[in-house]
């Protein structure tokens, strides 16, 4: 019995090398075409489906540049962006003044403008659109509104059967741009939230009984699909997974104090309401903007990149193929099928300044 | 003195290893210097963490640079990863051992093989397809099924207890999930130990009269206890260091203590896997910093947990072998 455990095993170990020797031998096929440059992208899950569009696109058309993406979270796209580790650094959130001022030479540019949704798995709801803000979203979060049919929240929704049920409030576990957009939505409009947790891509969650942590936007919809009575902050690249998962949408109340959808003449009015404040490295929140039409959590979804490359072929690329990005890249047709907007035309100026130091 | 190439090569090369994991210990404890001075004690009794304001300007508290209202407790994550394993156990020891009995005594020698194979490839399976597993399945199972079962079967018992059973995600799941993992490691090596006792030992014990349960009971489970607890002990490292399954279905609990078992969790290996992103975030470096200070609490409890085992095995011999 021994001697042929031993023998499967050598069998399974024979196998095992054999699969090593093709993957080196594919991957040395790989680095043997010396012409092409080979560029690196990761981080954001939510920019990481509007990139695997665009690869083909791009290298269709640059046929001397190969592109590989992976998802992996924004804060790895701006931690392994800033080893060098990856040309480009895919990312929801900029980076902090303090991340600036340490590593000097490395930028924010904004590659489209993504949105979020707040979602619920409310039975018995038959597709009406409860309306929320961002104080009663904090006291969710924060547990001092634990039922559906709190005051608060009724007093919003006049008419509205709501049921008399805990409320599951379930948020990212990972470091994520959502966590980042959502909590600064909470953090500019309420302002207990504001001097207790503030904003980040990961932050100390209240303790809420009954509360629950997912990993990444897929495990946002899984989690809130399988529990009723839940409420979750989903990117707005899920769209058709939340509608799948046959999850509620909130209209949200923004700044002039109205209520909104998340559509998108909403993100744009969002948008257009903060452009012009965009300063020149970029690193600006455009949540909770101004204007009766703005949507409140939106953000602009940025590459992180590095000014210094390793070498002028690099940079080369690195240009070519951002610059392809903000213009063929930025078309409607590429954008909107992950449901982000375009960049405005003033801001893709401001990236184009900001491409041009990559050298 | 002699020179010996062959001896000294070997001592070399059996040095290496107790060096590699040393020079790891000693490299992360120099690492989380600064984590030591600012977290003192809070950081294993404190059960908030908060990696503070990283977009505003760092603060300097206790001589170190921090993000403002940065605070690092780790309470929550080590009574996570302590009791999610130890129920793991409860539930494996049990099947393993029933297993690994079956396999030895009850299954004809020519289908053995068959049937250890496949005990063992459920120990390769690698553990994001058991998270994975968790997530579609388990999960809903527990939140329908299972969890109101126990609540009102076993809920006169305080941890069991608990009109609102949750959503399935939490200790439960991650224990399940952990015993499902550990159970192939506990049946294997139990059973390899029950194939080496003597046949002398088996038939003596059926010829004095014993039954097949008396046989294996009193015959053949003392002479294979210490091994039980050695299989235990490496089930147990592997469960208490278990990462990406118990991330997918613990519920990823923070700043928030379990109240029964049906309460989110978070283990130490799967929360610094859930914080690296956004630790390496912050200019001042003290998230990553605390990071490494838990990931020296987890090498402490592994070691601390083995080394009780061991004790506790060479603690039984002893007591018997007085006897």
Redesign the interface.
């Known amino acids: ?1 021994h001697f ?2 031993k023998l ?1 095993r050598s069998n399974l170990l024979r196998g095992g090398v054999a699969a090593l020797a093709l993957a080196a031998a594919t991957s040395m096929a790989t680095i043997a075409r010396a012409d092409t440059v080979t560029l690196v992208e990761t981080g954001s899950s939510l920019l990481y489906p509007l990139f695997n569009i665009w690869v083909p696109a791009f290298t269709t058309a640059h046929p001397g540049i190969q592109l590989t993406t992976t998802s ?5 796209g ?2 392994e962006s800033i080893k060098g580790l990856v040309q480009i650094g895919a990312s929801d959130a900029y980076l ?4 600036v ?2 590593n000097p030479n490395m930028l924010s540019i904004p590659l489209a403008i993504s949105a979020q949704s707040i979602n619920y798995n409310l039975p018995g709801l038959d597709g009406h659109h409860l309306k929320l803000s961002g104080p009663v979203l904090a006291g969710i979060y924060s547990g001092s509104i634990t039922k559906w049919n709190d005051p608060k929240i009724q007093a919003m929704n006049p008419g509205v059967a709501l049921p008399d049920h ?1 409320i ?1 409030p379930i ?1 990212r ?4 741009g959502d966590t980042f957009i959502f909590s600064q939505y909470l953090d500019k409009s309420t302002p207990s939230w504001h001097n207790s947790v ?18 990444g936007n897929p ?1 946002m919809v ?2 809130a699909s ?2 009723p009575y ?1 409420i979750a902050y989903i990117g707005v690249s899920f769209k058709s997974e939340i509608a799948k998962a046959g999850l509620g949408t909130a209209e949200l109340k923004n700044a002039s104090g109205d209520f909104v959808m998340l559509t998108h003449k909403t993100v744009s009015a969002a948008a257009a309401a903060r452009v012009g404040k965009t300063p020149k490295d970029e690193r600006i929140s455009l949540v909770f903007a101004k204007g009766a039409e703005a949507y409140p959590i939106i953000n602009y979804e940025y590459a992180i990149i590095n000014t210094s490359q390793p070498d002028a072929g690099t940079a080369k690329a690195v240009r070519t193929f951002l610059t392809w990005a903000l213009t063929t890249g930025n078309e409607y047709k590429y954008v909107s099928q992950v449901n982000f907007l375009p960049l405005p035309p003033a801001v893709v100026s401001l990236s184009k300044a900001q491409i041009a130091r990559v050298q | 003195m002699v020179f010996r190439p062959f001896r000294t090569s070997l001592l070399v090369l059996a040095l290496l290893i107790p060096a590699a994991l040393g020079a790891v210990v000693l490299f992360l404890a120099i690492y989380a210097g600064d984590a030591f001075t600012f977290n003192g004690l809070r950081f294993i009794f404190g059960t ?4 503070g ?6 603060v300097t508290v206790r001589g170190v640079s921090v ?1 403002l ?1 940065a ?1 690092y407790g780790v309470l929550v994550f080590i009574i996570g990863t302590l009791l999610s394993s130890f129920i793991a156990i409860l539930i494996a020891l049990p099947l393993s051992v029933g297993c690994a009995i079956f396999l030895a005594e009850q299954v004809p ?1 020519k289908f ?2 068959v049937l ?2 496949l005990v063992e490839l459920v120990a390769v399976v690698p553990s994001v397809v058991f998270g994975l597993w968790g ?1 579609a399945v388990l ?2 199972f527990i ?1 329908k099924d299972i969890g109101p079962a126990l609540s009102a079967t076993l809920g006169f018992l305080p941890f069991f207890a608990g009109g ?1 059973t ?4 939490g200790l439960l799941a991650a224990s399940m999930v952990l015993a499902l993992m550990i159970t192939p490691i506990i049946a294997t090596t139990l059973l390899d130990a029950l194939l080496q006792v003597p046949r002398e030992n088996r038939e003596a014990a059926f010829a004095l009269g014993a039954t097949h349960f008396e046989v294996v009971s009193k015959a053949m489970m003392p002479m294979v206890r210490t091994t039980l607890v050695g299989g235990v002990v490496l089930a147990l490292g592997r469960a208490l260091g278990e990462t990406m399954a118990v ?2 279905v ?7 203590l379990p ?1 029964n078992i049906y309460s ?1 969790v ?1 283990t130490i290996a799967s929360f610094i ?12 470096n003290m998230a990553i910093k605390s990071l490494a200070e838990i990931a020296l609490v987890l090498f402490v409890i592994t070691l601390a947990v083995n080394a009780g085992a061991r004790l506790f095995t060479t603690g039984v011999a002893n007591v018997r072998n007085a006897k």
């Open positions: 019995m042929k455990k499967s992996t979270g924004s804060g790895a701006i931690a902090s003044d303090g991340m001022a340490k805990v599951i948020h576990v990972d470091g994520s503030g904003y980040g891509t990961s932050i100390s969650w209240p303790a809420v009984q009954g509360g629950l942590g997912a990993n495990g899984s989690a399988q529990n839940s | 908030v963490w908060d990696l304001n990283l977009y505003g300007n760092p993000p209202g605070h020698e053995r093989p250890a194979m997530v999960v809903p939140a609102d949750g959503s399935g995600y991330l997918m613990s519920g990823g609990a923070i700043n928030i109240h989110p978070s896997v859930s914080q690296l992103d956004s630790a390496e975030q912050d200019p001042t």
